[in-house]
């Protein structure tokens, strides 16, 4: 709590949840400091005078302070490469990773300091005694006669351990082929949003007509407990039109049926009851994500053409193409219609006879029809522009700006029309480009099925030959391209602190030989990761790779104290 304050760190759940993820750490340092007072202890007697009880408490306290410094530290050095992510991931683990490395440090000193100062005033005579009757119990004997046995075996035949192994290696790679991917934890947050869009040019009074039916269906869903609306705005706090917003829907607390049912309930009855509308629905967090990322779908194929009616029947194809794909919903082919346009085509052989070219018409035509900045005046303590503008009237219509009057340089003036040619184009849509080429974004949302096998289907359809033209090619974006991100970091930061822990073997141990032996635990539990999540059901996201970074430095640890133990051993029986 100290440090948080001093970084200037609130309380949030990511800081909270290092703490309770920390709390575990922290009592495992402290149990194993006192089983081995204890047992240091019962060898030396209980019944011991005060100064024997103390120089066997620091006895203790001095022989495990290596191991327990070794351990503490390939915790602690895990979150060091986490300190250099970026992005969404660095946002969420960086607090997570800072509390829990404050907590581990603080923890290492309770329990070489404060745990040998309790246990020299709390541990009494009888506690040692029945301590040392407890380790002999008949149940803990049972347990390490079975131990004794099977670790007997593989000392004597060291190919019974790879036999061992051999299944939990091809269970972990069977079960690393059958877990799903996703970005965030799929959880239950208790509410969603529903973004929605009327058709271009839908007036307010309309889209409000239209809503109101989607408000009938949210209050007469059971599981649904309020909500409000915005229209014109977004909970992103984009640039919003009038025909498009969202509902923030709160839903009732447990018991009730699961969010993923009432969110497809909802979208199934919007999308059979409501024409004219349509819908994106999304949990708070993935929403959350998402504005923050700017995309906040999973899916997007961005296709880059320079031929906009090409790049539109592409698009509108994508969205037709992977919306038969399982699981994939809210498909929308990102061509929106910003309304008509004015083609004006000047013939440069009449323009020719009229004493001008097109350079000349296109400037006065700019003047006249959207006006120009002449001069400005002042307004308090700023500068207010004045345009100079011809009246409405004259340029309402086709007809209209046809009639315009342009000026010749020897001072003769004559219409538009006499040397051009206006056209009216319908359904113009708005032009969208990345790195100067036009893009069309088609997106989609995922329902019931995991991020990675929902992708691998889409790159089944877009990757075929001949699918796209030459001269037009596509991209992933959306929330899967940050998943790739986060995961290429969390696997850098895994390697980083792979090496990490191995260069702290290498430097308490002094031997190579130890430093794999030890690194090879860790390594090996990483398989067991992945039989768990398939047993478990949860796909991999970012999570779980945090997940298996921590486990390198917590099962180090316990190689950490076995080893030393193992160590004690021989030089007590050389």
């Known amino acids: 709590v100290v440090l948080l304050d001093a970084l200037g760190m609130s309380f949030n759940i990511m800081t909270l949840g290092g703490m309770a993820a920390a709390v575990g750490l922290v009592i495992d340092d402290a149990i194993v400091m006192s089983e081995h007072i204890v047992r240091r202890l019962s060898e030396t007697g209980p019944e011991g005078n005060p100064q024997q009880r103390h120089g ?12 327990l410094a070794g351990s503490s530290a390939s915790t602690v050095v895990i979150f060091l490469p986490l300190a250099f992510l970026s992005g969404v991931t660095g946002a969420f683990f960086k607090a997570l990773s800072l509390t829990m490395a404050a907590a581990l440090v603080i923890s290492f000193f309770v329990a070489w300091l404060a745990v040998p100062l309790l246990a020299d005033k709390l541990l009494s005579s009888k506690d040692i005694a029945r301590e040392a009757q407890r380790e002999h119990g008949r149940w803990l004997a049972a347990v390490q006669r079975g131990y004794g046995r099977v670790l007997g075996a593989a000392l004597r035949r060291p190919w019974l351990a790879v036999l061992g192994v051999l299944p939990l290696l091809l269970a972990g790679w069977l079960a690393y082929a059958q877990v799903g991917s996703g970005f965030m934890p799929h959880m239950d947050e208790g509410g969603f949003i529903l973004d929605y869009r009327t058709p271009p040019g839908t007036s307010l009074a309309e889209t409000d007509r239209i809503l109101r039916q989607v408000e009938h269906i949210l209050l007469t869903t059971p599981e649904v407990q309020t909500f409000s609306r915005r229209t014109g705005a977004q909970l992103g706090g984009g640039v919003t039109e009038a025909n498009e917003g969202d509902f923030f829907v709160r839903l009732k607390p447990p018991p009730r049926k699961s969010i993923d049912a009432v969110m497809e309930d909802v979208r199934q009855r919007i999308e059979t009851q409501v024409p004219g509308v349509k819908i994106e629905l ?17 899916v997007e194929i961005k296709i880059f053409d320079d031929n906009p009616q090409q790049l539109a029947q592409l698009a509108h194809r994508t969205a037709q193409d992977i919306s038969k794909i399982p699981g994939i919903v809210d498909v929308r082919s990102g061509i929106k219609p910003a ?11 009449r323009a020719a006879l009229e004493g001008v070219d097109p350079a000349q018409v296109q400037q006065q035509l700019a003047t006249l029809i959207g006006g120009s900045v002449v001069t400005q005046l002042q307004q308090g303590p700023k500068m207010v522009g004045v345009r100079l503008w011809t009246p409405l009237a004259l340029r309402q ?15 003769h003036v004559f219409p538009l029309g006499r040397i051009a040619t206006l056209k009216i184009l319908t359904g113009q849509p708005e032009i969208h480009r990345e790195n100067l080429k036009a893009m069309a974004a088609v997106t989609a949302r995922i329902s019931g099925r995991d991020l990675g096998s929902t992708i691998a289907a889409v790159k089944r359809i877009i990757d075929a030959p001949g699918y796209f033209p030459p001269g037009v090619y596509a991209q992933l974006g959306g929330l899967y391209k940050q998943q790739q991100i986060a995961f290429k970091g969390l696997l850098q930061v895994l390697a980083a602190a792979v090496l990490l822990v191995f260069l702290l073997l290498l430097f308490l141990y002094e031997r190579f030989k130890v430093a794999f032996a030890i690194l090879a635990m860790p390594l090996l539990a990483l398989p067991a990761v992945f039989i768990g999540l398939w047993a478990a059901g949860i796909e991999l996201n970012i999570s779980a790779m945090m997940g298996m970074t921590m486990i390198v430095g917590i099962v180090t640890e316990v190689a950490i104290f076995y080893f030393s133990e193992v160590q004690a051993l021989q030089r007590a029986q050389p």
């Open 397 to 411: 219509t086709t007809d209209d700006i046809a009639q315009l009057p342009l000026r010749a340089p020897d001072g």
């Open 339 to 349: 309304g008509d346009a004015l083609d004006i085509r000047i013939d440069p052989s």
């Open 56 to 67: 066997g408490i620091l006895l203790a306290a001095m022989e495990y302070l290596r191991p």
């Open 282 to 298: 999304a949990q708070l967090m993935e929403d959350l994500i998402g504005d923050l990322t700017a995309v906040p779908q999973p």
